[in-house]
């Protein structure tokens, strides 16, 4: 199925966001099959928006399970009604801050930068988009911070995320769409690796992108 075709169950507004900010059908498919390669398994959406990830993973994949966090309500909303709508039974959807939670009971752990609009005014989704760096750095402490405790054994997928986010725990499996999208799985305890977020890349990257959006 093509996106455009995919993207006609969500309303035009939603249908607007998705080539920047939606997870496309093609690379769900493939993190989906990564995740879902021997065995039933649970699956964090950290970000999930629209449920788009999710979803098509949950297609794929019926013995699995798509479990999506997000912060803005009106996403959560939307994706649980078309849960509802389309029967989507191993699939859920929550208002959850991640700062919040851990990451605990789950087998594979999607991530497509969901901060990165915290410190580039380019990516906001809406209003509720507020460049803070303070704010850019405390959420990817905690995702660096969690995914170190996970069990050995846990995958990862990032997806135009930058690799200080992820602890040397570890391992990069694979790299898709010129490195972009990339596959870890963690083969180390965390007392076996560096515990802490390499603070001169990320205020590499922060510059960066606040250059660039002055």
């Known amino acids: 199925m093509s996106d455009e075709d995919f993207d006609a169950i969500y309303p035009f507004e939603i249908r607007e966001l998705s080539e920047r900010h939606w997870t496309s059908v093609f690379v769900s498919k493939i993190a989906s099959d990564f995740f879902c390669n021997q065995k039933s398994v649970k699956v964090l959406d950290i970000g999930s928006g629209a449920g788009k990830f999710c ?65 580039d005014p380019t990516s906001a989704i809406d209003a509720r988009s507020e460049v803070s760096i303070e704010q850019y750095i405390l959420y990817t402490n905690h995702l660096f911070n969690e995914l170190n ?13 930058e690799e200080f986010c992820v602890p040397d725990s570890f391992r990069l499996i694979s790299t ?15 007392h076996e690796s560096n515990t802490k977020l390499n603070k001169e890349e990320i205020n590499e990257h ?9």
């Open 55 to 119: 979803f098509v993973g949950a297609a794929l994949h019926p013995a699995s399970e798509f479990h999506g966090i997000d912060i803005r309500e009106n996403f959560i909303e939307i994706s649980n009604q078309l849960k509802e709508k389309h029967q989507v039974s191993n699939t859920s959807f929550r208002l959850q801050d991640v700062l919040q939670m851990n990451f605990n009971g789950y087998d594979g752990i999607y991530f497509f930068n969901s901060f990165q609009e915290k410190i």
């Open 206 to 214: 922060i510059d960066k992108h606040t250059f660039l959006s002055e």
């Open 176 to 190: 898709h769409f010129k490195g972009e999208l990339k596959f870890y799985l963690k083969d180390m305890e965390s």
């Open 149 to 161: 405790k996970v069990p050995v054994g846990t995958k990862l997928v990032t997806y135009f995320a």
